[in-house]
């Protein structure tokens, strides 16, 4: 069983920055591939980005160039800089990790635990 713990949100301008953590217990962080997915109201939760074992990364084409994902293993700690934040990337942000890297990495079924959310605000 593997509990995550996400941090980092709040309350932006448009063209601001933040900085999402995640934190992983109870298994072997770096066994595990890790994404970052968000959902606004009335939405499915969408793929915004993933990292794997080998620290390949893989982003939706909306934030590409704006927003970094990257893993502290001896931390086990997960890591979304989010950079020139735009309203439309307002939503709840969760963390999920998942131990198979087979098949697709932008299915939210794909990933066998996930956190709680941390809300993500962005003002005009």
């Known amino acids: 069983q593997v509990q995550l713990v996400e941090s980092g949100g ?24 890790m994404g970052w997915f968000r959902q606004a109201p009335g939405n499915e939760r969408e793929f915004v980005a993933s990292i794997d074992r080998s620290d390949f990364t893989y ?23 989010m950079n020139n934040l735009k309203p439309e990337d307002e939503a709840v942000y969760y963390c999920a990790a998942r131990p198979n890297t087979n098949g697709d990495y932008r299915l939210p079924r794909q990933y066998d635990y996930w956190g709680q959310g941390t809300q993500v605000t962005v003002s005009n």
């Open 10 to 33: 709040g309350l932006v301008q448009a063209g601001g920055s933040l900085r999402l953590s995640c934190a992983a217990s109870g298994r072997t962080f770096s066994n595990y591939a």
């Open 59 to 81: 982003y939706v084409h909306s934030v590409k160039g704006r927003f970094t994902i990257s893993r502290d293993n001896a931390k086990n700690t997960v890591y979304l800089q």
